[in-house]
């Protein structure tokens, strides 16, 4: 017999408008029933809906369902509630999670929603799945106002009038072992992704992106480390290739940034600035956004097993990137949405 609690509706109506078909070819209700594997009484049912109602009646119909536990002003509460961070309803982090508002619900409101509701609720309620966004302890929150409201604007501004390329600028390590994601694989199969046990391989990269879709780097020679001479040295490469330029860095406060010889060097030209990023704030840096997708999906199908091999990887993946001026422009759209916020 056919379960009509579990049959798709779509199907259930193919059968009706089959069965009436029959009826009115003269076949016999019990052997229709027999065929679709339903009770002769349904049959009849049917048959009845039909000839009192019209076709119509035994069409596929969304169930109205219970009517739902919250009222329209507790709905409109929970939206302004998790527009907030859940830290602020006693919350150990601030992110909002399907069973940390399940539990928020029924503390609020004593209304007990099953786990399984959860995702279809959020869903409802106009959220969606995301890897939320790292952002540093330390963070000083009134650093960060600060340099979007006045300390930003006014580098723009500088930057403006004295014609100057604006550029973010920042340093990368390339590891031999690639981050490693989801991948697809056959029902109890497990794959296996072999890597290197070599660990201290790295390839050290330099690199500056600016809202023209442009991309600089310079990749360090093997062995060496982020040192306020490679800086200097980065720059001195970017004057070569705008010698006639005013050139603005905003970089973060490393110490290779910010060391005598950098700001020796940098006294002594008149054509170069630097800028700094408040402590702890990489989300300010749209060069970051270079190096997560040289790590990420730049390194997808990523096959080096050496340094040599690793080096001319990460070389092409950057030069590839250079010839997508609308990639690199995408960068900057988080920093918009940070001014704006």
Request: hydrophobic share 35%; net charge positive; glycine share 8%.
């Amino acid at each position: 017999m056919i379960d009509g609690r579990t049959t798709p509706h779509q199907v259930l109506e193919h059968l009706r408008s089959a069965a009436l078909k029959l009826r009115k070819k003269g076949v016999a209700p019990d052997k229709i029933a027999d065929s679709f594997g339903v009770r002769i009484g349904t049959v009849y049912n049917w048959s009845y809906k039909a000839k009192k109602f019209g076709g119509d009646a035994l069409r596929a119909r969304r169930g109205a369902g219970a009517p739902p536990a919250l009222t329209p002003e507790q709905f409109e509460e929970i939206l302004e509630c998790i527009q907030q961070p859940a830290g602020e309803f006693g919350y150990s982090t601030d992110l909002w999670t399907g069973a940390r508002l399940r539990h928020f619900v029924r503390i609020r409101f004593g209304i007990n929603y099953h786990s399984k509701y959860m995702p279809r609720f959020l869903r409802r309620i106009g959220l969606r799945l995301v890897f939320p966004e790292r952002r540093a302890l330390e963070q000083d929150p009134e650093s960060v106002r600060r340099w979007k409201v006045t300390e930003l604007p006014r580098i723009e501004e500088e930057a403006a009038s004295r014609r100057a390329l604006l550029f973010y600028a920042d340093e990368t390590s390339i590891s031999l072992i690639p981050a490693i994601g989801r991948a697809w694989s056959f029902p109890g199969v497990r794959p296996v992704a072999r890597v290197t046990g070599r660990r201290g391989k790295r390839v050290n990269v330099t690199g500056a992106v600016n809202r023209a879709g442009r991309l600089y780097f310079e990749m360090l020679p093997l062995g060496e480390n982020f040192t306020a001479k490679t800086f200097i040295h980065f720059l001195r490469k970017m004057r070569v290739h705008f010698p006639r330029r005013n050139l603005t860095f905003i970089v973060d406060g490393a110490s290779s940034h910010k060391a005598k010889e950098v700001k020796s060097y940098q006294a002594g030209q008149r054509w170069l600035r630097l800028e700094y990023l408040p402590a702890y704030s990489p989300e300010w840096n749209p060069s970051e956004e270079a190096w997560g997708h040289l790590k990420g999906c730049g390194r997808n199908g990523s096959q080096s097993s050496d340094i040599p091999s690793l080096r001319r990887e990460t070389r092409g993946i950057l030069r590839r990137l250079q010839k997508k001026p609308s990639k690199v422009k995408s960068f900057f759209n988080k920093l918009d949405k940070l001014k704006h916020e």
